[in-house]
């Protein structure tokens, strides 16, 4: 199974809500690192945080780390329809060495309605 | 500073054929990645390179797939005899370091189609 598991898988929403999406991995990791991609495009990076984290902040975005229950969050305040996209976790494992390859998830896809 | 550029960003190539991707890093990154995403799916890592050598390959397929970043010039991945499953849009990301923190920034994706 995935290291990186998001949910829900789909989420819908109407502009000026908050959304929330989460997400849980397996292994310990250094650090979790968020990321949109718009539909038929490449990947953003939003928002890394490290392993001894617990929260952080960018914008409309706030992340929350917790290591004990191995999950992140991701909120994004006062959505846009412009936020409409899909958000991926990725990971990367300690175990991972030098080659520091992210694991992702399979994503939320976030519609934010006007 | 450009970003990680991808060419072609579409491909279309019938079964048998083989398949080129080119990927040029941002400038002053060193390490190169490469990512397949299936329709619906997350990405998942093929393989990681830096100049001139590949550091690890463990998500690419053994037969069939070879990526290559040289010296000068941009990494390629290349896909021999594709077949209908390897349809899928490809994505390459380059990293400055290896810092347990670093950054991997993403191109825009080659979509492949095989016909």
């Known amino acids: 199974s995935q290291q990186g598991e998001e949910d829900p898988q789909a989420l819908s929403i109407q502009e000026g809500e908050n959304a929330t999406m989460n997400c849980s991995y397996k292994?310990?990791?250094?650090?979790l690192q968020w990321y949109r991609q718009n539909s038929g495009r490449g990947l953003v990076h939003l928002i890394l945080?490290?392993?001894?984290?617990r929260e952080k902040h960018s914008g409309r975005l706030r992340v929350t780390l917790d290591t004990s229950k191995k999950s992140s969050s991701l909120l994004i305040t006062a959505s846009r329809a412009a936020d409409t996209a899909s958000y991926f976790c990725?990971?990367?494992?300690?175990?991972?060495?030098?080659?520091?390859?992210?694991?992702f998830g399979s994503g939320t896809q976030l519609t934010v309605l006007p | 500073n450009a970003g990680v550029m991808q060419n072609p960003r579409h491909l279309v190539r019938r079964r048998g054929q083989e398949a080129r991707l080119r990927c040029s890093p941002m400038?002053?990154?060193?390490?190169v990645y490469w990512y397949r995403q299936l329709p619906e799916e997350g990405l998942k890592f093929m393989v990681y390179?830096?100049?001139?050598?590949?550091?690890?390959e463990s998500g690419m397929p053994k037969e069939r797939f070879s990526a290559e970043f040289p010296k000068e010039g941009p990494s390629i991945l290349r896909i021999q005899q594709v077949v209908r499953g390897d349809s899928a849009a490809y994505f390459c990301?380059?990293?400055?370091?290896?810092?347990?923190?670093?950054?991997?920034?993403f191109g825009p994706g080659t979509r492949l189609l095989v016909l």
């Open positions: 990301a380059s990293s400055r370091t290896t810092g347990s923190q670093e950054t991997q920034y």
């Open positions: 945080i490290r392993s001894n984290e």
């Open positions: 390179l830096q100049k001139e050598n590949i550091i690890d």
């Open positions: 400038k002053g990154h060193s390490h």
């Open positions: 990725a990971t990367v494992p300690i175990s991972s060495g030098s080659a520091r390859q992210l694991t």
């Open positions: 292994t310990s990791i250094n650090n």
